[in-house]
């Protein structure tokens, strides 16, 4: 049995047939092709799977692609705007954020989110905020330093 | 790759609407999902119809009672809500200390209070804290509603009383003047279950304990509480060597197993230790409140 589901990702509209049982991080990956985000842990714990579900960050490995109809998505495919990086993208580059880059997409979902919060973060928020994420290669230190590029570099 | 099994899925458009789909056998309530979705996908849970109640926003909130006696806290209230609550820290911390060590942040965005209570895992950290607090649970039924003290809600491990038909809809915690509250946790790391953890609430009056209430996590406590050391305390001084003296009573009458987060022994301890320490916060701030 399968159920019509509608949602807009980064401001495009999908409809599609799902299983009830669909996950929302196989929906993205697998249905619309929006392999950005990672399917990491499948327990969340990981939290390579963050993606916006409305306003708010989500492990996606942990909610039902069902859940989310009739609601907006936003993944890491849509943090660029009109050809242009987040800063929170461009902070990764800067301060060398990522080594493998496999809780990469998480950890700059969460960061995004956290900075519209607090676009002034002490270095205790930022790990607080990423505290339910697992980078093991370990990069934190960069990762931290990413945050905090991003923040003295709003626009 | 964990899947769950096939299972049908429906959105709840009311309360009522809720509870006649819940009236269905083999059927779950879904809100957060971050303790069910895990167990479907291990096949520990196999529901046959998804409910999801995500769109009541009547079961989303965090107020007083009209008489300023109860906290009131909807079961939809999202962990990160009760987290930030300045009203629910105005009268018990005990929950701000809680919500603080429950999972992740993103975790606590999504995880509700009445998901935890309702998940009933002997390790979650709310349903001390609420038993700690003497609250009691708003079961709303086909009929109406019944109210449940906490301390009452729990069958066992992952078993509670709400029925078929069935939805935890508020809990209610008495508000007390000269009221003071803390939880104390250990855990192996950031985010993880507690090894051990202890929840107090104690109500001063004239220099005395009026009355305690200590909810005790992961340890096997009856009901998430330790009845015979709050008997202990009520009446007596707050101070270091009550404290101390009670808290060996809860390490006492608590039943820890054994397992891969650490042997009985430890775990007594951590008992005894938090609960020292709990108590002496909640007193702290017992003399600090109105």
Same mark, same amino acid.
């Given at each position: ?19 009830p ?9 697998d ?27 989500v ?12 609601h ?5 495919e ?6 242009r990086? %987040? &800063?929170v ?5 800067e301060?060398?954020?990522? #080594?493998?880059?496999? $809780? +990469? ?11 519209d919060?607090?676009? %002034? &973060? ?7 905020a990423?505290s339910? #994420?697992?980078?093991? $290669? +370990? ?15 709003k626009? | ?6 299972v ?10 809720a ?6 056998p083999?059927?779950?309530v ?32 965090i ?5 300023g ?11 990160a ?17 809680a919500?603080r ?30 038993a ?7 079961i709303?039924t ?15 491990p ?9 939805l ?23 985010g993880d ?9 104690l ?36 101070g270091?060597?009550?404290f101390?003296?009670a ?11 054994a ?12 008992v ?10 909640a ?7 109105p």
């Open positions: 049995m399968t159920i019509r589901i509608t949602v807009r990702v980064n401001g495009t509209e999908y409809a599609r047939d799902v299983e049982r669909l996950l929302l991080i196989h929906f993205l990956r249905e619309l092709g929006l392999t950005g985000s990672h399917w990491g842990c499948d327990t969340s714990n990981c939290g390579a799977c963050v993606v916006w579900l409305d306003a708010k960050p492990k996606s490995c942990t909610l039902l692609a069902a859940m989310a109809d009739g907006q998505l936003r993944t890491v849509g943090l660029e705007r009109d050809g990086l %987040d &800063p993208q461009q902070g990764f580059i301060c060398h954020g990522l #080594q493998c880059g496999f $809780c +990469t997409p998480g950890m700059m979902m969460t960061a995004r989110w956290l900075l919060h607090h676009p %002034d &973060p002490d270095e205790a928020q930022i790990r607080e990423i339910g #994420q697992v980078c093991r $290669c +370990t990069g934190y230190e960069n990762i931290v330093r990413a945050i905090q590029w991003a923040a003295e570099h626009t | 790759m964990q899947v769950p099994s096939h049908e899925y429906e959105r709840a458009t009311s309360v009522e609407h509870l006649s789909l819940l009236s269905r083999e059927t779950r879904v809100a957060g999902g971050h303790s069910l979705i895990p167990m479907m996908k291990l096949r520990l849970a196999q529901p046959e119809l998804l409910v999801d109640i995500n769109g009541l926003a009547e079961l989303a909130f107020t007083l009672s009209s008489d006696d109860e906290l009131r806290i909807g079961a939809l209230a999202r962990h809500d009760l987290l930030d609550s300045d009203l629910a820290a105005r009268h018990f911390l005990i929950f701000r200390d919500e060590v429950v999972a992740d942040p993103i975790v606590r965005l999504w995880g509700t209070v009445g998901g935890s209570l309702c998940q009933a895992d002997p390790s979650e950290d709310l349903s001390a804290a609420f700690a607090a003497r609250a009691t649970a708003v709303r086909p009929d109406g509603q019944r109210t449940v003290p906490v301390r009452e809600f729990h069958r066992g992952y078993e509670t009383v709400v029925g078929r038909g069935e935890l809809a508020e809990i209610r915690v008495p508000i007390n003047n000269g009221t003071g509250s803390a939880y104390e946790k250990v855990s192996r790391r950031v279950w507690s090894i051990a953890a202890v929840g107090a609430v109500t001063l009056e004239h220099k005395e304990i009026k009355e305690a209430g200590l909810g005790l996590t992961a340890v096997g406590a009856e009901h998430f509480v330790a009845e015979q050391a709050e008997d202990y305390l009520r009446g007596r001084a707050p270091e060597d009550t101390k003296a808290a060996s009573i809860a390490a006492q009458h608590c039943h820890p197993a397992d891969q987060r650490g042997p009985e022994d430890y775990k007594r301890h951590l005894a230790e938090l609960t020292t320490r709990a108590l002496r916060r007193a702290e701030r017992a003399e600090n409140s």
